[in-house]
């Protein structure tokens, strides 16, 4: 840093910037003086002068040699940075860091002048300059991802690579190119490191890949714009900086920190890096062997190394600052050191912790451990934890020691007009610090604070420490009885209400020890205890000095908001604000986080602590009053608290810089209302008890208990010792488990109220394994046509075992088959192809126990229909018997066939008549059908479907045809000579000869589209002519070289005819006709 730091600090003083302290040079440290704030309109508002820490839990740097920022973190519940954060340049200037209240900050990084904001798992990037206090968001394009934030812009992630933003073109991306690709790694971007200088022109990415066992570091060198792989492993922390990159990986169970020479732009690849220190390396006492690295920072030839001593450090906590040199050689640069960063020229900033002088920030030369400038860091407001208020008395617990918690309580004095808060007075309640806090636990569940009638309680894990008004501190039992956890929700005087079980507060007695139950969510206000009556829903409240109990107006709508709240004369219960006087009307509350103080309420909105007065307000809804902000307010989950009785109504919160402040209220006290006067008898024993077993547990419910009655409690009678008894939300019931199914259990349950208990009510319940014997020697077998599976299956009952409710059979793909207990065996379709397997599960209702068959080949349901074909018949048969050749195929299994015909007689100008199915031809097992006694001059048509095994049935076929001819003698003579002949050789045995030319034969009334002429042929046959009507069919010349026999002549016709059929004589020698067939159509 330049020597006109010196010149820098008044402006720092002047600004009161750095981290709530003075920061002088020459290492004297100021105090720091108490702080007042103006009060706000209609209110005093003091600031206590709370006690310093006199370090800081964590102090860190952030930057490199142009800026850099100084922050320390000081709560110890990990809420984040209580004092503010500090810029510094090189020039001297300084300014306070102002953090952007609307955005949530993952991580934050300083590059150059500017410190950039990054939202982890979003593009959620910010950024703003020394000084400005104005943020600067950076919107590139949607379809990119931030990786890092350099000095000119952000390194994101595209589809197709990486690519630059510049800072002032967000809208402009310049592809980052050549080097190594990095997409065989499916990189998932981690955590990353920037340059500190703006000459290095670069940023260190970790790239981690999908299954997170490999990751790679790459060089960006914005100049180039390339990127520079230098090594693949198990990265875990890497650093650029000087002239040098650095990093490290796993090695072993610990650690291999490496370092290597950073290449200027253009020059070739870096090469592999040197292995400067190892787990475990001694270095020089007395530093002990480091196992992991915090920080690791190149500085030219050399390292620094901030190392972790052992494997369950914590890398805020001091520890020795190692210097390492490419030899291996190590020395410790800086004791106590908590931060680093380079500084450029050789140089590293420190933030360390000096034993004599406090923790400061140096610029330390890393060659020879000189130190060029020192900040001394002044101390931080003490972190408080819990606040309280009892009247005119503000008790306060924070931690101003390293180690404990610290309780102390202020007097106030003065009214609304003005306020005096009295010095801090211990109260011996000093405890260690909670261990269990932290940002995933609240404040408000690891250390509760409580006071009133003059007594303080203070409670954390396992223990809760009472004050009483003269000076007494006793320790009270663990009410949880665990050990464990031990919890205050108020007290007054003698009174203490503690956790009683889940869901129900007690009041113990400090005096007598004796503890009564109480409404949950209850509240304690001058010996009376308010809560709200699980019968009617009513606000009862209850005189524990003399037990006396009146039941008070207000009814809560919904059992699930029963919290009551009570201030002077007034009750805050179910969402509205009661004033027990009556003068003022009821107030509905919304909005959240509302507190009642006597005659007003507090609530938190917008970073602000708010007040509204309900004393003269004519108001009826929160929304609706006059609000007023007090100041600002530190996060939710730090403490506030408000004055309940007295006669100076107040509140006390802790502001964003860490320090209490309190405010008088200006609104009239209340007075206190009248104490209980109802007299209270001994209670009932409860009604409709009941109790249902269940798996190793037992359910106990009762009705809804009776007036008078506070509390119902259950109680097991000689349960195992591993039962644990849980009450239901509604406490109108317990569940006990851990219970041994089988064995009866038994529960009493009794009312209580302040007068004693009832008479107990038991029940006895036997728990049962809800988890049944699985069913053994599961068989499935699958018909292979048919696919139709049966499941068969042994089952035998086990004691102690709920009753089974029946059987489910489950495949792959169909419905759950459903079946009673006593069933054995099921058959069902399985409509799949493959391999495939059934499970059984026995169920009782409760539980279920299965088991899976053998796996076995299935084809699923055959919907593939079978072929078939009918064999060709001849046209004109003279046979009066046709035999029908039947035929078919199927990818399974064909079954039969089923065959149907028509017929026709086209004599008598008959056509086809409809199809017949005969019942001896529908399941025909053969593939041939006679057909007997078929008439003459009849045309029969025949057609065949084939079924398969599953019922599929094929189309019919097209239809195989046959005609009969008449005989010769069916036809008359019309003219010329025609006689008869007889012979064997003739269809019939006769025929019609004629050797006269002009001779007819004739047949009246036919329709036809096909005459087949029946005679014989021979070398001195003549000529034919056939007509039908006026329409010549055709002639055919009967001449042959050999005498043929009813031989067919085949007549085609272009289109059907009907009238006479005529026969006529053509000459050329003899005509002997057999027959005539015409086919009908």
């Known amino acids: 840093m330049p020597a006109t730091l010196r010149s820098v600090l008044p402006s720092a003083r002047s600004l009161g910037l750095l981290l709530a302290a003075t920061l002088v040079v020459g290492g004297s440290v100021a105090t720091t003086p108490p702080a007042a704030e103006a009060a706000p309109a209609g209110a005093t508002v003091v600031t206590l002068p709370s006690p310093d820490r006199p370090t800081p839990r964590d102090a860190r740097v952030e930057g490199g040699e142009e800026a850099w920022v100084l922050s320390q973190e000081v709560d110890p519940a990990g809420r984040g940075t209580v004092a503010p954060a500090t810029w510094f340049s090189a020039s001297g200037e300084t300014a306070p860091v102002v953090l952007d209240p609307q955005r949530h900050v993952d991580q934050t990084v300083v590059v150059g002048d500017r410190r950039v904001h990054y939202r982890v798992g979003s593009f959620d990037i910010s950024s703003t300059s020394l000084g400005s206090g104005e943020y600067e968001e950076l919107v590139p394009p949607s379809t990119t991802t931030p990786v890092a934030a350099t000095g000119d812009g952000v390194v994101v992630e595209t589809t197709t690579g990486l690519a630059l933003v510049p800072w002032e073109r967000p809208g402009q991306l310049l592809p980052i190119t050549g080097g190594e690709s990095l997409a065989p790694l499916e990189p998932r971007l981690g955590r990353w490191s920037s340059s500190p200088q703006e000459d290095a022109h670069g940023v260190l990415l970790m790239e981690q890949s999908r299954n997170g066992q490999q990751a790679a570091l790459v060089l960006v060198d914005t100049e180039a714009l390339r990127v520079r792989p230098i090594t693949r492993g198990e990265l875990e922390l890497a650093a650029l900086g000087d002239d040098a990159v650095a990093w490290v990986t796993g090695y072993d169970a610990g650690r291999t920190v490496h370092s290597v020479r950073r290449p200027r732009a253009g020059d070739a690849d870096v090469a592999p890096a040197d292995v400067l220190v190892r787990p475990a390396t001694a270095v020089p006492p007395p530093t002990t062997p480091f196992y992991d690295a915090a920080q690791v920072v190149p500085v030219g030839d050399v390292l620094v190394v901030l190392p972790l001593t052992n494997p369950t450090d914590q890398d805020q906590s001091p520890r020795d600052l190692l210097v390492v040199g490419r030899d291996g050689s190590s020395e410790v640069l800086r004791r106590a050191a908590t931060s680093v960063v380079a500084a450029g020229d050789g140089a590293v900033r420190v933030v360390s912790g000096v034993t004599a002088r406090g923790r400061a920030l140096e610029r330390v030369d890393a060659r020879t451990g000189a130190t060029a400038e020192r900040l001394s860091l002044a101390p931080v407001p003490a972190p408080v934890w819990a606040l309280a208020m009892d009247g005119r008395r503000l008790v306060v617990a924070d931690q101003s020691g390293a180690t404990h918690t610290t309780v102390r309580q202020h007097s106030l004095t003065g009214d609304g007009s003005g306020l005096l808060v009295g010095s801090g007075q211990a109260l011996g309640l000093q405890t260690d610090r909670p261990s269990s806090c932290s940002a995933s636990r609240p404040l408000s569940r690891c250390l509760l604070l409580a006071a009133g009638g003059g007594t303080t309680a203070l409670a954390t894990w396992g223990a809760v420490l009472v004050r009483d008004a003269s000076g007494g501190v006793v320790s009270v039992p663990d009410p949880t009885d665990d050990g464990v956890y031990a919890t205050v929700e108020g007290i007054d005087g003698p009174y203490l209400v503690d956790m009683y079980d889940e869901h129900r507060d007690a009041v113990l007695d400090l005096r007598s020890g004796a503890r009564v139950p109480a409404r949950a969510d209850g509240d304690l206000l001058d010996g009376v205890l308010y809560g709200v009556s699980s019968l009617d829903r009513r606000v009862d409240a209850v005189d524990l000095a003399t037990g006396r109990s009146d039941v008070l107006g207000p009814r809560c709508p919904d059992r699930r908001d029963g919290a009551v709240r009570a201030a002077g004369s007034w009750l805050l219960v179910c969402g509205q604000v009661v004033d027990r006087t009556g003068r003022h009307p009821s107030v509905q509350v919304s909005g959240g986080d509302v507190t009642l103080g006597d005659g007003f309420l507090v609530r938190r909105r917008d970073g602000y602590l708010e007040w509204a007065a309900l004393a003269g307000s004519a108001a009826t809804t929160s929304a609706a009053l006059t609000w007023q902000r007090l100041g600002e307010v530190a996060e939710d989950g730090v403490p506030s608290a408000t004055s309940r009785s007295g006669d100076l109504p107040s509140v006390a919160w802790v502001g964003r810089d860490g320090r209490v402040r309190v405010a008088a209220i200006p609104v009239p006290s209340s007075p206190l209302p009248p104490r209980p006067t109802g007299v209270v008898t001994a209670p009932a024993a409860p009604t409709g008890v009941r109790a249902t077993a269940g798996d190793t547990t037992v359910s106990v419910r009762w009705d809804a208990p009776a007036a008078g009655v506070r509390a119902v409690r259950a109680r ?324 042959a070289t050999t005498t043929t026999h009813r031989r067919l002549f085949r007549l085609p016709m272009a289109r059907a005819a009907g009238g006479a059929l005529s026969l006529q004589h053509l000459g050329g020698g003899d005509v002997v006709v057999d027959g005539v067939a015409l086919r009908a159509y």
């Open 716 to 1039: 097991g009678a000689g349960l195992p010792d591993a039962a644990v008894m849980t009450t239901d939300a509604d406490g109108l019931g317990v569940q006990v488990t851990g219970l041994v199914n089988g064995r009866s259990a038994a529960v009493d349950v009794v009312s209580l109220n302040l007068a004693g208990e009832s008479a107990p009510v038991r029940v006895t319940a036997t728990p049962l394994s809800a988890t049944p014997p699985a069913p053994r020697d599961v068989r499935l077998t699958i018909d292979p046509l048919s696919s139709r599976a049966t499941v068969t299956w042994s089952w035998t009952a086990a004691p102690a075992t709920m009753p089974l409710t029946g059987f489910r059979v489950s495949d792959a793909v169909g419905p759950d088959v459903v079946l009673p207990p006593d069933a054995r065996r099921a058959s069902f379709v399985i409509d799949a192809s493959g391999v495939t397997g059934v499970t059984v599960t026995a169920e009782t209702g409760h539980g279920s126990a299965y088991a899976q068959s053998n796996s076995v080949p299935v084809h699923g349901v055959d919907r593939t229909a079978p072929t078939a074909a009918v064999r060709a018949l001849p046209a004109v048969t003279t046979e009066t018997a046709v035999t029908v050749g039947l035929s078919g195929k199927d990818d399974r299994r064909l079954d039969g066939y089923q065959l149907r015909w028509r017929r026709g007689d086209a004599t008598t100008a008959q056509s086809l008549g409809g199809w017949e199915y005969p019942r001896a031809w529908s399941a025909l097992r053969t593939g041939a059908v006679e057909a007997a006694r078929l008439t003459p001059g009849w045309t029969y048509c025949f057609s065949a479907q084939s079924v398969d095994h599953a019922g599929n049935r094929s189309a019919w076929t097209a239809p195989a045809c046959t005609t009969l001819p008449l005989d010769d003698r069916a036809l008359a003579v019309a003219s010329g000579s025609w006689t008869r002949a007889t012979h064997s050789a003739f269809a019939a045995g006769t025929a019609t000869r004629s050797r006269q030319t002009a001779s007819v034969l004739t047949r009246t009334k036919v329709r036809t589209d096909e005459v087949t002429l029946v005679a014989t042929s021979c070398p001195t046959c003549g000529r034919v002519r056939v007509k039908v009507g006026s329409t010549v069919v055709g002639e055919v010349d009967l001449r």
